[in-house]
């Protein structure tokens, strides 16, 4: 029997949590939102096209924030294609994707599904094929109340009041070669830095987001984030991160490690960041915007370059639709783990991406939704995780991993506000259960211990069309309190989440 400790003290804290850390994404990417969350003549849509079932099943996963309408589609896109009467719609070439985009939504219908399902919009503007301008356009239409040409053709499309955006991205992945507008660094700073100070004359009190790397393995890490912030600093409040994973073959003890890395990713960030603050003798703290980060089987996606000729580019193909298994969902939950942990830095972080593309919600056209293994992860952590993270000291056994050395079997992370504390915590070890014992003592007195997990017998398992709930998480009765101390049986290859009330 594999035996770990951890101690929680309310009074060592990391930092209160923001809610816009439990975030999403919707791209105009394959059925994202056509035959995702839009599909008119669906028997739930509503009079807008909107899938009630869909509605329903974001309102319960406990999406905050939403970052729209891209990713690597937002660097073709011209966002007044989106807006007027629908007829009079351009239907455009979508490079990203090879897809055709029909504009049947843009930004004042996403802006009213989002009411629908009671999350805030973060909108990313163009700044590969596009710049200030524009940017400022969108901001004039969606943020001003009336008055000036742009804010006039909202109210004329029937949006009395502004969409008052607080949230924006300023591009996405500008270091990635396979962005359209691809830049150096110097070049991307320099465009966002105008671009920022821009907005920020509209309205002071935006938030912006620059773009960090697309992810800590491109060659330009480190270097990217310094020369961007050192431009933008003043006129920012966020740095980005993007981090998707999956197995090498079958190396799951370093897959089931990816929070490892998603930890000194986000750390290194911080150290840039903090670097450049000093440089600049500036009393403003960066945070980041974790906005993409997800397990995403990238080895086994080819749909777009299988799409070749541009006469007939589909319309929302199926494209990067992951199944997603009990081991990505533990995976999964390990990332949520990371997260929280620095929620002193990570103010906000959008899980990549919402419906049907590397999704938690999958959708039939005509037919049911369901949730995806990694639904109950976010949903619950989402629904548990308040008030403040906790810094805990946690002693684990510990393997070997090819891709991150010696790495902890047990990782967990615990929130605290006065209605209780929730340890969320998964076990590593591909073989075995690990008895978890929790010093409360510093707590005061610990009447009701529940715990739920995630694991089967099957880490390959996953939910489907024929089988949507094959996977959820069931209560673990092994949850006990006795003399200041809980202890509970994680299972191999599982998430838990224990409350104490
Ligand atoms: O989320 C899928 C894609 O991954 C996004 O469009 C892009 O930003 C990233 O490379």
Same mark, same amino acid.
């Given at each position: 029997m594999i035996r770990a400790h951890l101690t929680i003290d309310p009074h060592f804290t990391v930092g209160p949590i923001n809610r816009r850390l439990f975030g999403s994404f919707v791209e105009h990417l394959g059925r994202c939102v056509y035959d995702g969350i839009y599909e008119p003549g669906h028997p739930t849509a509503d009079e807008n096209g909107f899938r009630q079932d869909v509605v329903d099943l974001v309102k319960e996963l406990g999406?905050?924030?939403?970052?729209? %309408?891209?990713?690597?589609?937002?660097?073709?896109?011209?966002?007044?294609?989106?807006?007027?009467?629908?007829?009079q719609r351009p239907r455009r070439l979508d490079l990203a994707w090879h897809s055709t985009e029909t504009n049947q939504i843009g930004l004042d219908e996403f802006a009213t599904w989002l009411e629908a399902v009671g999350s805030e919009l973060m909108y990313a503007v163009n700044l590969g094929t596009r710049g200030v301008l524009e940017a400022l356009d969108v901001l004039e239409y969606a943020n001003i109340d009336s008055g000036t040409y742009w804010s006039d053709r909202r109210i004329a499309h029937g949006r009395r009041e502004p969409h008052d955006i607080r949230i924006w991205c300023l /591009?996405?992945? =500008?270091?990635? %070669?396979?962005?359209? /507008?691809?830049?150096?660094?110097?070049? *991307?700073?320099?465009?966002?830095?105008?671009?920022?100070?821009? =907005?920020?004359?509209?309205? %002071?009190?935006?938030?912006?987001?620059?773009?960090?790397?697309?992810?800590?393995? =491109?060659?330009?890490?480190?270097?990217?984030?310094?020369?961007?912030?050192?431009?933008?600093?003043?006129?920012?409040?966020?740095?980005?991160?993007?981090? *998707?994973?999956?197995?090498?073959?079958?190396?799951?003890?370093?897959?089931?490690?990816?929070?490892?890395? =998603?930890?000194?990713?986000?750390?290194?960030v911080v150290a840039t960041a903090d670097s450049v603050k000093a440089t600049l003798r500036s009393d403003k703290t960066m945070n980041i915007s974790f906005d993409e980060w997800n397990v995403w089987y990238q080895s086994r996606y080819q749909e777009v370059e299988r799409i070749t000729d541009i006469r007939s580019w589909p319309v929302a193909p199926r494209l990067l639709e992951d199944s997603y298994s009990v081991l990505d969902a533990v995976v999964f939950g390990g990332l949520l783990i990371s997260l929280i942990r620095h929620a002193d830095r990570v103010t906000a972080a959008s899980l990549a991406q919402l419906v049907n593309v590397i999704a938690p919600i999958m959708t039939e056209p005509g037919g049911p939704a369901w949730r995806q293994t990694t639904f109950h992860p976010f949903s619950l952590t989402s629904k548990l995780a308040r008030g403040t993270a906790l810094e805990l000291k946690l002693d684990s056994p510990t393997y070997e991993t090819a891709r991150y050395g010696e790495v902890a079997v047990v990782d967990a992370v615990a929130t605290h506000d006065e209605g209780g504390t929730t340890i969320f915590a998964v076990n590593r070890s591909l073989t075995d259960e690990v008895t978890l014992e929790i010093d409360v003592r510093a707590l005061g007195r610990v009447e009701a211990v529940a715990a739920t997990s995630l694991f089967d017998d099957d880490i390959h398992a996953a939910n489907t069309l024929a089988e949507p709930d094959r996977v959820v998480p069931r209560s673990n009765d092994s949850a006990r309190v006795a003399d200041g101390t809980v202890t509970v049986t994680l299972p191999p290859v599982s998430w838990s989440l224990v409350t104490l009330a």
């Open positions: 999406v905050s924030a939403i970052r729209y %309408p891209g990713g690597n589609f937002v660097s073709g896109y011209r966002w007044e294609d989106g807006i007027g009467p629908r007829e /591009g996405n992945e =500008m270091d990635g %070669p396979w962005q359209l /507008g691809h830049s150096t660094a110097e070049e *991307y700073a320099q465009r966002a830095a105008t671009t920022a100070a821009a =907005m920020r004359q509209v309205d %002071p009190d935006l938030e912006l987001v620059v773009c960090g790397s697309s992810g800590a393995q =491109m060659p330009t890490f480190g270097e990217w984030e310094r020369i961007v912030l050192e431009k933008t600093y003043e006129n920012v409040d966020f740095i980005s991160c993007h981090a *998707y994973y999956e197995p090498e073959g079958d190396d799951y003890g370093s897959f089931l490690a990816s929070g490892v890395d =998603m930890d000194r990713f986000i750390d290194a």
